[in-house]
């Protein structure tokens, strides 16, 4: 078997003064294929992803037994290691691009930053890489766009010029953390496909923190539900709507409609689940 994109074993996490642990005990193996980790507010998954890319606040207590993307260790990198990691060969797509987006910087500079701190290229192969990626994720006129600032750009292609950041440097795994609830729902079906489109060409591991299970296989292979911190089940998306597991299928069946979409997931009944 080909070696996975990324392995995680119990990981765990936890905050001084939090009654219970954020993160108990999650342990992922992720080959070259897309999972979504759906579960209710505050089951930990935002945790989780921040974990994995290192960004949680120094204040969080985090263990591991084994945390690789490929070969690499990332329980043994330093500040300088991680810097070489991320960015380069994770990617990190967060919700909202006003807040992920630099508003001093133009979009050029935004995109090819990554490999500007990664990489040899002269200046002018960088603006060709910047430029095709800002292509790929079908953003219109990249030369104009290139030197213009993320105020000047909608919600959906502030998201596009985001995900051009994450992907310029052809990264192994990409994560993206309600990378789509800001946005409205024709925008946000375009940015997922467009995920999925760059997972599928480019062979990266797709990681997708989702909320949404009502299109969860139109964006995951394969779904694991987060409860309290911790894994609960484990199934293919296209069995998500016949879950067997009754905490699976409450989640299934509290699902946000289409017109309540965008719209955090309703806390389910204790009983419900098991
Ligand atoms: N910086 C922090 N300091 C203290 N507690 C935190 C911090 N970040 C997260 N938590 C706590 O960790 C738990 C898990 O939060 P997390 O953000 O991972 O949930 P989530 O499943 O991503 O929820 P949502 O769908 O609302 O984003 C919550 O109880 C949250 O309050």
């Known amino acids: 078997m080909a070696e996975p994109v990324l392995t995680l074993r119990d990981l765990a996490v936890s905050f001084p003064g939090a009654a219970a642990p954020a993160v108990r005990s999650v342990s992922l193996t992720l080959g070259r294929e897309r999972l979504a980790i759906v579960g209710e507010s505050g089951s930990g998954k935002s945790v989780t992803a921040r974990a994995l890319m290192n960004l949680l606040p120094p204040t969080a207590r985090v263990s591991a037994g084994e945390m690789r993307l490929g070969s690499t260790d990332l329980l043994k990198l330093d500040g300088r290691g991680w810097r070489s990691v991320r960015g380069a060969r994770m990617g990190l797509v967060l919700q909202d691009p006003k807040f992920s987006l630099n508003p001093a910087l133009t979009v050029g500079n935004q995109v090819g930053e990554t490999l500007l701190l990664h990489g040899k290229l002269s200046r002018s192969e960088r603006r060709e890489r910047v430029l095709a990626a800002l292509g790929d994720v079908g953003l219109p006129e990249p030369g104009r766009l290139y030197d213009s600032h993320p105020a000047e750009l909608s919600g959906g292609m502030g998201q596009r010029v985001m995900i051009a950041a994450m992907i310029v440097a052809e990264p192994e795994l990409l994560i993206a953390d309600e990378a789509t609830s800001a946005l409205d ?90």
């Open 185 to 274: 729902r024709e925008v946000g079906d375009q940015v997922l496909g467009l995920l999925t489109r760059m997972a599928e060409e480019r062979g990266m591991a797709l990681l997708t923190i989702s909320h949404d299970l009502a299109g969860v296989d139109r964006f995951a292979d394969r779904v694991v539900v987060m409860r309290n911190g911790a894994i609960v089940d484990e199934l293919a998306a296209s069995a998500i709507s016949r879950a067997a597991h009754p905490y699976t299928r409450g989640l299934w069946e509290a699902r946000p409609s289409a017109a309540t979409h965008g719209r955090r997931l309703p806390v389910v009944a204790a009983d419900a689940a098991s």
